[in-house]
């Protein structure tokens, strides 16, 4: 109809998407997967959600979270388990989990998430789609009761690269409904680049100090590999990042959910997720000293990482140390930790949302074999130079080109 009618069509025109359900859409339910808030109705449209209708998308669903977006594994006492579309017995990750779902069984396009900690690019790897964490302040975000975070972002959940490319187009400011919006919008017509001859990447499997799956560390060797016959410079290196950086972002993230949900607890606490308790309960236990310590920490932390950079168009990693873990909280075991000095989490992601303005994007890469996670998907994580989304992007879409096989995986459903 529109086309009839000779409007102008925006570049999302008609297409259908998802908004996770931490995002408020005016006149629909804002329960952030919480028991909580099982009554709230949004009285506005969030910023990027005005920006997609913009762009001409329509908005379909809205997609499941972890209470508060708390976690890597989206089951909320709200909503139950959300289930991996590969196999159900395991998560999709999170906490943008439900959006990572919608993209990868086909009922939608794209997807919008969130990510302060890994939550776009965690459900990307894990249910083998692409997810982009843009540089802090690419798209204005104003779904927080604060405008001065530091670590979150919104970011597209995609099939390929180019619908990454165009989300990040449809949606990036400023726009005043941020303060912390980056001023200078990108060029980003498409299609996206793929020629990496010239770029130098950097290497790092194991951050020094993680513990990774071998066949994670397979997976991503292999694009490594094929990124380099594509013609890119990539270089094993050094990346000293530690368990105690890990546990820096948990601080960080113990303070965010203790000064925008520890309110409830007196009154609601009995039906709030016992790990949400006790990340408030961490904030709590902090002063106003110890969140400017942690700042100071977080410094070293980009010293590290700026060092590695060096020289560099972007770093290549796993996005997930491992396979996904089971779908209900209830059934998922923790195994007694080694005592060999590595790391043993599963994310690989929080320690660049404590570099916030360094763009990160996972892509697919790979799969388990036989054994108990046969087929569940492995992602790479590409992070990239200070507000450089096109760098990212172009790696990205490079590796779809010399390894078409990942990118184009659909689950058996």
Not at 205 to 224: I, Q, S
Request: with cysteine; net charge negative; hydrophobic share 40%.
């Amino acid at each position: 109809y529109a086309v009839a009618r000779g409007d102008d069509l925006g570049p999302l025109h008609g297409v259908p998407i998802a908004l996770k359900e931490t995002t408020q859409v005016a006149g629909k339910p804002f329960t952030l997967g919480s028991l909580t808030h099982r009554d709230v109705v949004a009285d506005h449209d969030a910023y990027i959600t005005r920006a997609l209708r913009r762009a001409g998308a329509i908005v379909v669903a809205q997609t499941t979270s972890p209470e508060f977006a708390h976690t890597l594994q989206t089951d909320s006492p709200m909503w139950g388990p959300t289930r991996n579309p590969w196999n159900p017995a395991f998560t999709p990750g999170g906490s943008s989990g439900g959006s990572g779902v919608a993209v990868a069984t086909g009922c939608v396009a794209v997807a919008e998430g969130s990510d302060m900690g890994g939550s776009v690019r965690i459900p990307a790897a894990w249910c083998g789609i692409v997810g982009l964490k843009p540089g802090l302040g690419r798209i204005p975000m104003d779904v927080l009761p604060g405008l001065f975070d530091s670590i979150s972002h919104h970011g597209p959940l995609a099939r390929s690269v180019d619908d990454a490319r165009v989300f990040l187009a449809a949606t990036q400011g400023p726009d005043d409904a941020d303060i912390m919006s980056v001023t200078t919008p990108l060029d980003l017509s498409g299609p996206t680049p793929s020629d990496v001859r010239g770029m130098r990447l950097g290497l790092s499997v194991d951050f020094t100090t993680w513990a990774v799956d071998p066949e994670v560390e397979a997976a991503v060797r292999d694009a490594a590999a094929a990124l380099a016959d594509a013609g890119a410079t990539v270089e094993e290196i050094e990346l000293p990042l530690t368990a105690d950086d890990e546990m820096l972002w948990v601080q960080l993230w113990g303070v965010f959910m203790s000064a925008y949900f520890g309110h409830l607890v007196e009154e609601h606490g009995e039906v709030m997720d016992p790990d949400v308790l006790r990340l408030i309960e961490l904030g709590d236990s902090l002063s106003a000293t110890d969140y400017k310590r942690l700042e100071i920490a977080r410094t070293d932390v980009w010293r590290r990482i700026s060092t590695a950079m060096r020289g560099r168009d972007g770093l290549l990693c796993p996005t997930m140390s491992t396979a996904p873990v089971t779908a209900a909280k209830a059934d998922r075991t923790r195994p007694e930790t080694p005592d060999d000095g590595r790391y043993h989490g599963q994310d690989m992601t929080g320690v660049f949302n404590l570099v916030a303005p360094c763009p990160a994007m996972s892509v697919p890469c790979g799969a388990h074999g036989p054994g108990p996670h046969e087929g569940l998907p492995i992602g790479l994580q590409i992070v990239g130079r200070r507000w450089r989304e096109p760098d990212v992007l172009r790696v990205g879409r490079a590796l779809e080109v010399a390894a078409p096989a990942w990118s184009s995986r659909r689950p058996p459903i």
